[in-house]
């Protein structure tokens, strides 16, 4: 059975750190496009990084660009997200999503590619 499972999320101050990590069972992680999003109280899900099918391509949102990374651990057959230099909108619960369709870069940040889904880790940055 097909499964991800976050973790790292917690409570952290602003310009603190946090590294999430995304493991997968049933399935190897490196065939796959990989995507991690968040979700804020009131607010539609939001694309925040992926790795795409296209050569392995990563893909920022604007807010997160040069503070967040996200790399692969193909030993380990996890995902991970640093983030760096939080900041209170940062607050969300978040999730990582694959698919084993391929996904350009330009698309793999849409939730609505993604058919698998981790149970989400709630991020919060307050002072």
């Known amino acids: 059975q097909l499964q991800l499972v976050e973790s790292g999320g917690g409570l952290v101050q602003p310009g603190g750190s946090l590294r999430l990590s995304c493991a997968a069972s049933?399935?190897?992680?490196?065939?796959?496009?990989i995507g991690w999003f968040r979700q804020a109280p009131g607010k539609e899900r939001e694309g925040v990084s992926c790795?795409?099918?296209?050569?392995?391509?990563?893909n920022y949102a604007g807010s997160v660009k040069g503070r967040f990374t996200i790399s692969r651990d193909n030993a380990k057959n996890t995902v991970y997200l640093q983030m760096n230099s939080l900041k209170p909108e940062d607050t969300a619960i978040y999730f990582c999503a694959a698919e084993d369709r391929a996904l350009l870069t330009r698309t793999c940040t849409l939730s609505r590619n993604y058919d698998y889904w981790g149970q989400g880790t709630q991020v919060t940055v307050v002072s």
């Open positions: 049933g399935f190897t992680l490196d065939y796959y496009a």
């Open positions: 790795l795409s099918t296209d050569g392995g391509n990563t």
